[in-house]
């Protein structure tokens, strides 16, 4: 018989990486009542591609002062555009785009929602479904335990660094 995989804590805030983004360390609120993981993006933007003629879309990810973030604009050709609704019970067209999260040294290919959340804390939320995909539970009372992990685990596969008294 097989055993059920087992399931992972993720705190009520996480430090994430984006890897197909080239963006780390960036803030996630973990949020159980979202469907859909979303990220902030500003200056959206669709426009045809010059070889093709198919629409390409434009978005700058993150606030220029967020420290994960060198402020480059970044295109997608493969999106859709969906009806979201927010934490405030209005219905919004977003566009949605899939890419990678990495947690516990795992990546999740998971879709995200692009969202004006200048006026929210955090500028990443992760939603049901990428919980649902990486058997995640929320423990409300934690954060960072998906960096935590990831620390602890890169500290333990360094070299012992040797006694600067020269003890041995």
């Known amino acids: 018989m097989l055993k059920p995989k087992k399931k992972r804590s993720l705190g009520r805030r996480e430090l994430i990486d984006l890897p197909a983004l080239a963006l780390r360390g960036v803030e996630a609120k973990v949020d159980t009542g979202a ?20 629409p390409v879309l434009h978005v700058r990810l993150l606030d220029p002062e967020h420290p994960a973030t060198d402020g480059r604009p970044l295109a997608f ?55 649902r995909q990486g058997r995640f539970v929320v423990d409300v009372t934690r954060r960072d335990l998906s960096f935590k992990a990831a620390r602890r685990a890169a500290a333990r596969s360094q070299p012992d660094k040797p006694d600067p008294a020269g003890a041995v």
């Open 77 to 131: 050709q493969e999106f859709d555009q969906r009806l979201i609704r927010s934490s405030n019970g209005e219905v919004q067209a977003r566009y949605v785009i899939t890419t990678t999260v990495r947690l516990y040294g795992k990546n999740f290919t998971t879709e995200f929602s692009l969202a004006d959340r200048s006026d929210l804390r955090y500028p990443v939320l992760l939603g049901r479904a990428l919980l």
């Open 35 to 54: 469907y859909t993981s979303a990220i902030h993006c500003d200056e959206v933007r669709l426009m045809p591609d010059a070889a093709t003629g198919q």
